[in-house]
C-alpha cells in the first residue's frame, strides 16, 4: 500500500505524488485538510491527473472507524483500526459552552506501567505514524465538527514518539491546512526529563501538562515507575528549565486516589513542591478502572485539596467527569481493543 498523505506536508505530498509543479501539493494538502475522501473530490486537479492519483490512492486516509460509543454526557470515544490491525481510541470531549477538544493517542499501549492507568495495564505494541495521529482529528472533525482544542492524552506516553508527534503538530497547525494555533495543543507527559528539556529546546511551542499525581517521592515512585529513574528533583529541575526557555505556564496533573495520595499532607507536599515554578494543578479524581486495586477519592477530599492550593496560592482546575459511561475518561482507554469485530 502507498504511504498514506495525511501525515505530509505540502512539499512532500508533492514529490510522493509526482507533480513537478509543487503547488499542486499544497491543493492536496488543503483538500485533506477539508475533509476529503479521495481524489475524486478534488475538483481543481485536473481530471487525468486525478484518475491515476485515485488508482494509486483508492483510500486516502491509511485508518478507519471501526467502532463509535457515545455517552449521556456528549462524550464519544472512537475506535479506529491501523493499517497493520492493530487499533487505537480517540475521545471527543465537549464542554458546558460546547467548546470541544480532541484528546488524541500516540502510541498502541503505552509502556510506562502507571498503576492506576489503564492504558499503562496493556503494554505496549508500538509508536503511532504521523498519518495515524493526524487521522483521528480527521475523524473526529468529519463525524462531530471541529474540535477547536487538542490534547496528546490519549493513550500511550507522547514524549517516547517525539518525532512523530512534532510532524503530526507540524501537519495539523500548517496554516494552508487545519491550521489549529499552538497553543491550543496541549502534550502530557508523564514526566520524561529528557524529553522535557528537548522540548523547550527544540520545541513545538505547545502547552506542557505534567502528570505528578503526588510530590511525595514514596508514593509516586510506587504509582508511577518512571519515578524510580526521574526522580521529583530531576523533574522539577526539568520543568525549571522549561520554564526558563518559554515562560509557561505548566499544568501539573494530580490524579487522586481514595487513601493514597488524597491526605493533606499529599496535597501541601504538591504545593511545596511546586513553588518555584509558575503552574497550575489540575485535580482528577480517579476513574475507575475494573480489576485495579483502587478507590475514588471521596468528595470531601477533593474539596479540602482544591481549598489547601488554592489558599498556597495555587489556581486549580477539577477534571469533570466526562466521558465514564464509555470509559472514556482520562485513564480509562483500551477497554473496546480487545473486542471482537
Ligand atoms: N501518558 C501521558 C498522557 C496520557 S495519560 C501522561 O501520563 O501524562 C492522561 C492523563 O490521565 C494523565 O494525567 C494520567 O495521570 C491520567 N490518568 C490515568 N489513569 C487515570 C484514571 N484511572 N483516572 C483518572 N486519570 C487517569
Ligand atoms: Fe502511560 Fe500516561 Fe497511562 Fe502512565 S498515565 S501508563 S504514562 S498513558
Known amino acids: 500500500m502507498e504511504r498514506p498523505l495525511s501525515g505530509l506536508l505540502p512539499r512532500e505530498i508533492a514529490a510522493e505524488c509526482g507533480f513537478d509543479r509543487p ?72 464542554d458546558i459552552e460546547g467548546r470541544k477538544t480532541a ?31 493526524v487521522e483521528q482529528y480527521l475523524h473526529l472533525t468529519r463525524m462531530f465538527g471541529r474540535p477547536s482544542n487538542l490534547v496528546f492524552m490519549g493513550m500511550g506516553e507522547p514524549l517516547l514518539n517525539l518525532a512523530q508527534v512534532r510532524r503530526s503538530v507540524e501537519v495539523l497547525a500548517h496554516p494552508e491546512g487545519i491550521g489549529l494555533s499552538l497553543r491550543k495543543i496541549t502534550i502530557s507527559t508523564c514526566g520524561l526529563t529528557e524529553g ?90 480517579w476513574n475507575p478502572v475494573p480489576d485495579l486495586p483502587f478507590r475514588e477519592p471521596a468528595r470531601r477530599a477533593v474539596e479540602d485539596a482544591v481549598t489547601l492550593l488554592e489558599s498556597a496560592g495555587i489556581p486549580v482546575t477539577r477534571r469533570m467527569r466526562r466521558g465514564r459511561g464509555v470509559l472514556g475518561a482520562c485513564g480509562q482507554l483500551g477497554d473496546t481493543l480487545r473486542a471482537p469485530d
Open 196 to 285: 522535557i528539556r528537548d522540548l523547550a529546546d527544540s520545541g513545538p511551542h505547545v502547552r506542557l501538562a505534567v502528570s505528578l499525581t503526588s510530590a511525595v517521592e514514596e508514593t509516586r515512585s510506587g504509582l508511577m515507575p518512571v519515578n524510580r529513574t526521574r526522580g521529583l528533583a530531576d523533574l522539577r529541575d526539568a520543568l525549571e528549565y522549561y520554564q526558563g526557555k518559554t515562560g509557561d505556564r505548566i499544568t501539573l496533573e494530580a490524579v487522586l486516589i481514595g487513601g493514597v495520595n488524597d491526605r493533606s499532607e499529599d496535597i501541601q507536599a504538591i504545593a511545596d513542591w511546586s513553588r518555584p515554578l509558575k503552574v497550575q494543578v489540575n485535580l482528577i479524581p
Open 23 to 94: 503547488f499542486r501539493g499544497t491543493q492536496v494538502f488543503k483538500w485533506i485538510a477539508a475533509g476529503a475522501q479521495s481524489f475524486q473530490d478534488m475538483t481543481n486537479i485536473p481530471a487525468p491527473e486525478r484518475e491515476s492519483l485515485s488508482a494509486r490512492f483508492p483510500s486516502l486516509l491509511g485508518t478507519t472507524v471501526d467502532g463509535r460509543f457515545r455517552d449521556e454526557d456528549g462524550t464519544v470515544k472512537l475506535r479506529l483500526r491501523l493499517p497493520d490491525g492493530a487499533a487505537v481510541e480517540t475521545v471527543l470531549l465537549t
Open 103 to 133: 484528546c488524541i493517542s500516540t502510541q498502541v499501549g503505552c509502556p510506562m506501567g502507571c498503576a492506576f492507568c489503564k492504558t499503562g495495564t496493556l503494554g505496549f505494541l508500538r509508536n503511532l505514524e504521523a498519518f495515524e495521529i
